[in-house]
């Protein structure tokens, strides 16, 4: 039985991204309890963490409550925030493969009630930024895989790995990589295989002065992502709010010209 909130609806709105590079107490303990409840035996999480961690297991702990339980817990309490990650994933990989829709969804969940930046996918853990940068680059991957155009989505996943690297985001590189989606896409609409986003844009047939918007952060990306200056830095926010815009355009201009033929 689903429980009392999600029968209701009730859940707490989504705190403010407050973490990224740590992994919190509340946290470590919410990666294993919910391995537990998707089938996971404190056994196994003993096993995937000290694989990852090159932990020995202390074989005079054979009962699964308490004493494998609290040991696991234990190992995981010490490790390297970022190795929690690690653990994470592979809990993920681990569960059987009905459950890891709700393993992830439950983890999810908690990463957004905690203000943690992070979200698992299939592809594993990445940047999670607010909610209109999630819901931006969630339709574009969905929108160019129905439409089938694999090179800009591979584009956008680039852009995505960029911006989640710990511990320095690549911030020129996620923008890059956003720019390049939206430059692939309006290729194929407009069958032009080697002009410039730039020469292409006064020709999408986008109403002003969505255009010049457009042409400007092609103009921002080429000064600051391609031809870069000593002293000028993107931040992470800068390159956050490129890659949004730029998973936006892509979807509105492949649901506007649909598959390719």
Same mark, same amino acid.
């Given at each position: ?16 991204? #407050?973490? !990224?590079?740590? $992994?919190?107490? *509340?946290? +470590?303990? &919410? ?115 129905? #439409?089938? !155009?694999?090179? $800009?989505?591979? *584009?956008? +996943?680039? &852009? ?102």
């Amino acid at each position: 039985m689903s429980s009392f909130s999600d029968r209701y609806n009730h859940q707490p709105a989504d705190a403010e991204i #407050t973490v !990224r590079e740590d $992994a919190p107490r *509340e946290m +470590r303990y &919410a990666v294993l309890h919910l391995a537990t409840d998707n089938g996971l035996s404190p056994s196994v999480l003993r096993d995937i963490a000290c694989g990852i961690l090159f932990v020995s297991p202390d074989r005079n702990n054979w009962s699964e409550y308490p004493n494998v339980w609290d040991e696991v817990q234990r190992i995981v309490d010490e490790a390297p925030w970022y190795r929690v990650y690690d653990i994470a994933e592979a809990i993920y990989q681990r569960v059987r493969f009905d459950k890891q829709r709700n393993y992830g969804d439950a983890l999810n969940r908690y990463f957004r009630q905690a203000g943690i930046g992070w979200q698992m996918t299939p592809e594993g853990i990445t940047h999670r930024g607010d909610e209109t940068y999630a819901a931006a680059v969630q339709n574009a991957a969905q929108t160019l895989s129905e #439409t089938n !155009r694999q090179n $800009a989505a591979s *584009e956008i +996943r680039e &852009a995505i790995r960029d911006i989640s690297r710990r511990p320095q985001p690549d911030t020129t590189g996620a923008i890059q990589h956003s720019v390049a989606a939206m430059e692939c896409v309006a290729r194929d609409v407009l069958g032009e295989r080697n002009a410039t986003l730039g020469a292409l844009v006064p020709r999408l047939g986008l109403p002003r002065p969505l255009d010049q918007a457009i042409e400007k952060l092609w103009g921002f990306s080429s000064d600051r992502a391609r031809h870069i200056r000593e002293g000028e830095v993107v931040t992470d926010d800068q390159a956050e709010l490129v890659v949004s815009v730029a998973c936006a355009v892509c979807a509105f201009l492949a649901k506007k010209a649909g598959r390719p033929s």
